[in-house]
């Protein structure tokens, strides 16, 4: 249970404005992320926009970044659709633990920044996505986009994917990592992912390695830790990278890229306490919106989702956008309150060392439950399998963090 976001260039530069956009696009999206540009490719795909213009306050839009997921986290739909932006597609993965391993054959994928960007070039070689890039936002309303140098860019529709932010109606753990894209000076030998290897030391938090193989001699290594705060040593890790890179006997012959994310996973949340604060607010998606798979933090299908669900409505009117965006993430909040149970367990039942053995037993279930898992849609029958049986955490810990309600009041007091 893992998430990993880790460049085609693309004609990006600052739209020069000054006072209202007089070009007002249909949509405009603030934030140039994975979430974001989803909903602009697929709204001029389906021709539901002719024009959007995406706000970033970086130097480019889509990061630097890896995002994988399931093959069977999307529809046949969705996944025919979002094939042009895939980087990697393995047929299985495998995970290790201490005492057990498991090869799953269920088909893994993986996108990047620059597979993304080529996906969307088309359309801003048209001129039909305008990309301002290097412009901090100071305000969002549901109307207008407000920068910090004072000028304003106004749509049709806008829509708030600038990321997460801290919410005091949002507990959470963390999923933290630091990768390296590595070339070996022989074939490592991997012919599929290891999503979780977590035979390695465990310390004071669930800690397990990722790989995936992107050649013969090519293998992206990623040091992943489920931890209660944000802090990352990035030094400390990226020796452990080489450690384990030795473990395996590939002798690293160039190190070609280097990553890092802390990811926010989810143990509670009030989601209407937060809707009530955001009244004249523009439409929130993507992370800025809560809409990641709350205990691995697999946020692209829940993208792809929202971008499929925009971009097939009769129209892009602001009333249209904030009605569909609030009706999926309160459904998406519906449905994560089992993951958000799950991850009270693995954070707040049991010692930090032994978080693992959730996972391992996790692992012995059936294929067509773990791949349910992580499309998030469990049967009553498969929530009761993964809960039944003699529980890898104390009972009366356990206990104690099932009510998520009571658990906001313990955490929020």
Known sequence: MVAHHSAAHSHEGALALTGANSNMSDLVIAGGGLAGLLVAWRCLTTGNARHITIVEGGSQIGGDHTWSFNETDLTAEAFDWFRPALAHHWPGYHVHFPDYSRRLDIGYCSSNSASVRSAIQPFIDKGQLVIVTDARVAEISDSTVRLENGDTIEGGAVIDATGFKPHPAVLLGYQKFVGQIIRTRSPHGLDVPIIMDATVAQGDAYRF???????????????????????????????????????????????????????????????????????????????????????????????????????????????????????????????????????????????????????????????????????????????????????????????????????MKRHRS
């Open 209 to 407: 390695v990722y790989c995936l193989p992107y050649g013969p001699d090519e293998v992206l290594i990623e040091d992943t830790y489920y931890e209660d705060g944000p802090e990352l040593d990035d030094a400390v890790i990226v020796d452990r990278i080489s450690a384990y890179a030795a473990s395996k006997d590939w002798q690293i012959a160039e190190i070609l890229h280097t990553e890092r994310g802390i990811l926010p996973i989810t143990l509670a949340s009030d989601l209407e306490a937060r809707i009530q604060g955001e009244a004249r607010a523009a439409p929130k998606i993507g992370l800025a919106g809560g809409l990641y798979n709350a205990v691995t933090g697999y946020s692209l299908p829940d993208a792809v989702t929202m971008a499929m669900r925009l971009g097939d409505l009769p129209d892009l009117s602001q009333a249209r956008v904030a009605e569909a965006v609030l009706a999926y993430r309160r459904s998406h909040w519906q449905r994560e309150k089992f993951f958000r149970l799950l991850n009270r367990m693995l954070f707040k039942a049991g010692k930090p060392s032994e978080r693992y053995k959730v996972l391992q037993r996790f692992y012995r279930l059936d294929e067509p439950l773990v791949s349910a898992f992580y499309r998030g849609d469990l049967s009553l029958l498969q929530k009761a399998r993964i809960l039944s049986g003699k529980p890898p955490v104390p009972v009366g810990e356990a206990i104690y963090n099932l009510s998520e309600h009571q658990f």
